[in-house]
């Protein structure tokens, strides 16, 4: 087996397929953050509220967003959106929209900004800030007719205009139908497809956050897993076709978590779901084990998606205590599991190269790579000595598109091949537990793709 050749052979592969755009890009790198759900149901105890909360009810007493900026950093979250506006139409910011804010509660004698206070916090702490802005209203007495939809952009205008780059703006797709609606306490059903103006709306995101992605069931840059159960498929491609999907209406729902081999968009899956049971803080639930994170971890960054992990303030305005200590575990438990790379510096071959080299999934780098010279072909490292292997992480090179469909790992134990994992999808990343195997050299075979496999890293954990 050779060692590390530098020189790259070949010329640049050609894309496969649609790629990431650069904020999409930057978004897969992110890998993980964080949901804050915060809002008149933290003091109700609900999940969603009616609109007919009276403002005075938000009165948080010790409310600190450095104190979720810094728990968000504990669990290792890499940005946080917050909720500025749920279903009941509270807004956390004092809007010239609707008086149902911030501006009418005791909270800081009606003079806060908490939209502000937490786009400081992030900023201050170093991690993004992203948007929530619920589209179903369950206060404004015009929800339904089309002077409501020109409130909701306005809501946004404000909310894309006054506080800085945002990574994330959030479009969640539930409506409920009953409702306030400013008295009128009725039911209220609306097209999906076309009442929102949506494509108008996200023309405005573009022009006000261009590098915001912007998520909704449907993308348009990042795409719902179907579950909020914290798990993505194995198989999950970064394409779709975006026909038939709009916020809150989707054909079929199986379609989101797998997207599509041939789809002619790139949307890849975020996987949003909560520390506790509910989104919004309830005092009569506990926060998930850092063992349960670790496999959500797994099911979803592990399976080529982004992880949303909601944390919920409590009545103070803090993330309770005890979920920070889960968030530290978490963290820990993950960094336990990547800690030692084995490949690292080790000896690697592969069976056909058209350009880049096999050295390049070695290098820490995810610019350079190794292209296949064909559809099936394999990479060895050579160890050297026994070691004991506990998880892989393998890469492709997705800015030339995703390609693997099918490949294998072997380890190879006494000079004999055994089978240690099987997978389908790849995509920005596919990571994988091997429970203790054990061998002196690792293959992974791409077994099929729709084009010579690009890779990008490959790294092999000790157990
Ligand atoms: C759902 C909403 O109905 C929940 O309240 C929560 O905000 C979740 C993240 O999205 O569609």
């Known amino acids: 087996m050779s060692t590390l050749s530098p020189t790259p052979v070949g010329f640049a592969p050609t894309p496969y ?14 890998e993980q953050y964080g949901f804050i759900h915060f809002t008149q149901n933290t003091f109700t105890d609900k999940e969603w509220g009616l609109g007919d909360e009276a403002p005075a009810t938000f009165n948080p007493t010790a409310l600190d967003c450095r104190q979720w900026v810094a728990a968000a950093k504990a669990g290792g979250l890499k940005a946080l959106v917050l909720t500025a506006k749920h279903h009941d139409g509270f807004c956390l910011w004092p809007t010239e929209t609707t008086s149902h804010s911030v501006a009418g509660s005791p909270f800081r004698s009606g003079q806060s900004d908490l939209v502000r ?65 400013g008295g009128a306490r009725e039911k209220r059903t609306i097209d999906a497809f076309t009442y929102y103006r949506f494509d108008e709306l996200w023309a405005t995101c573009r022009e006000l956050q261009p590098e915001a992605v912007i998520f909704s069931d449907a993308g348009p840059d990042i795409r719902w897993c179907g579950n909020e159960r914290g798990l993505n498929s194995f198989t999950s491609w970064c394409r779709i076709h975006p026909k038939g999907i709009a916020p809150g209406k989707v054909d079929n729902l199986s379609r989101l ?54 944390l919920a303030p409590d009545r103070r305005g803090l993330i309770p205590e005890e979920d920070v200590a889960v968030l530290h575990q978490f963290r820990h438990r993950v960094e336990t599991f990547t800690a030692y790379d084995l490949a690292e510096c080790r000896a690697i071959e592969a069976s056909s190269t058209a350009a880049g080299t096999p050295a390049a999934l070695l290098d820490g780098s995810r610019e350079t790579y190794w292209a296949a010279g064909r559809p099936d072909a394999e990479v060895t490292i050579d160890f050297g000595l026994q070691v004991r292997i506990g998880g892989i992480r393998i890469e492709e090179a997705i800015q030339f598109g995703q390609r693997v469909e099918a490949f294998q790992i072997q380890v190879r134990v006494f000079n004999v091949w055994l089978d240690v994992a099987n997978g389908t999808t790849i995509g920005a990343q596919r990571i994988l537990r091997l429970e203790q195997a054990v061998g002196d050299q690792l293959r992974v075979r791409i077994l099929a793709a729709r084009a010579n496999p690009i890779l990008s890293r490959l790294q092999i954990y000790a157990a």
Do not use: K, M
Request: with cysteine; proline share 8%.
């Open 257 to 310: 978590p797998l997207g599509e081999a041939d789809g002619t968009v790139w949307r890849p899956a975020e996987v949003d779901v909560s520390i506790r049971h509910g989104w919004f803080y309830h005092p009569n639930e506990r926060p998930r084990t850092s063992d349960e994170l670790f496999h959500i971890w797994l099911a979803s960054v592990g399976r080529n998606a982004g992880l949303l992990l909601n």
């Open 117 to 181: 206070e937490f786009v400081d916090a992030c900023r201050e702490g170093g991690i993004g800030a992203g948007l929530y802005c619920s589209p179903w209203d369950r206060n404004h007495p015009a929800y339904g007719t089309p002077a409501y939809v020109d409130v909701y952009h306005a809501q946004w205008r404000e909310l894309l205009t006054n506080y800085g780059p945002l990574v994330e703006l959030w479009f969640d797709g539930a409506n409920g139908g009953d409702g306030y609606y």
């Open 17 to 30: 397929g649609p790629t990431p755009s650069p904020r999409q890009l930057a978004w897969h790198r992110r």
